[in-house]
């Protein structure tokens, strides 16, 4: 499957594209955490991004798209991808349309994940991120903790609250979403390819209404 997952941080995506890379081999390809790779490595991108990513600012639109031509013209992309946290502008988007078209690929759908501000605002100052850049499991406080406190269940690796989940950053984060994201919405909805999911549920739920339109449309 070929899909854009959309909605504010903490509304889900992250976690529902775990559950689906597991359906059929499709790739999660979350930017944010190939961008906090490169921080966590100190690499000249990550030293550039660094202080930006910390504050809750997006990273500039041509960095991304350059990352994402590469990405999705790797191997293990033929087989399917879940767009997880990018396009996050109107300007990626378009880009990213350009691309597709370029590259002759084409969306089964992108899916809108609906959350009111609260439930945000409360999943994301309780969440919690495994620390090691290569595993970047997620986990909540409340909901999801780890099975030892503080430590990785899958690499045991300190588990951490983010740079960017203070509650000064999370809102700075809402605010962009709002301003920059949320208007993809509407252009998908143009595109024909929306599906509005209720991101308030458990994750298998959006899950099952994920499987159910894509097997209405095939
Ligand atoms: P979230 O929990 O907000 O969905 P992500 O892990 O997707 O977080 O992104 C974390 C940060 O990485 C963003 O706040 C932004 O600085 C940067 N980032 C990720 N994806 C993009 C993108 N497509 N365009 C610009 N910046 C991005
Ligand atoms: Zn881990």
Known sequence: ?????????????????????GLDGSVQISTGDILRAAVAAGTP???QIESL???????????????MEQRLQQADCE??????????????AEALKKLLEKLDIKL?????????????LDRLTTRRTCSNADCQAIYNVKSNPP??????DKCNSPVIQRDDETT??????LETYNEKTA???GFYENEGLLLNVDAAGPSEVVLTAIKEKLAEAS
């Open 183 to 185: 208007p993809l919405i």
């Open 45 to 47: 991108l990550g030293k």
């Open 79 to 92: 087989q399917g991808f879940l767009l997880d946290g990018f396009p996050r502008t109107i300007p990626q």
């Open 108 to 120: 089964d759908m992108v899916v809108n994940f609906n959350l009111e501000r609260e439930v945000i």
């Open 53 to 67: 990513m910390k504050s809750g600012d997006l990273v500039s639109d041509d960095l991304i798209m350059g990352i």
């Open 147 to 152: 099975k030892q406190e503080g430590v990785c």
């Open 1 to 21: 499957m070929k899909l854009i997952l959309l909605g504010a941080p903490g509304a889900g995506k992250g976690t529902v594209a775990k559950l689906l890379t």
């Open 168 to 173: 000064e950053a999370i809102s700075h984060r």
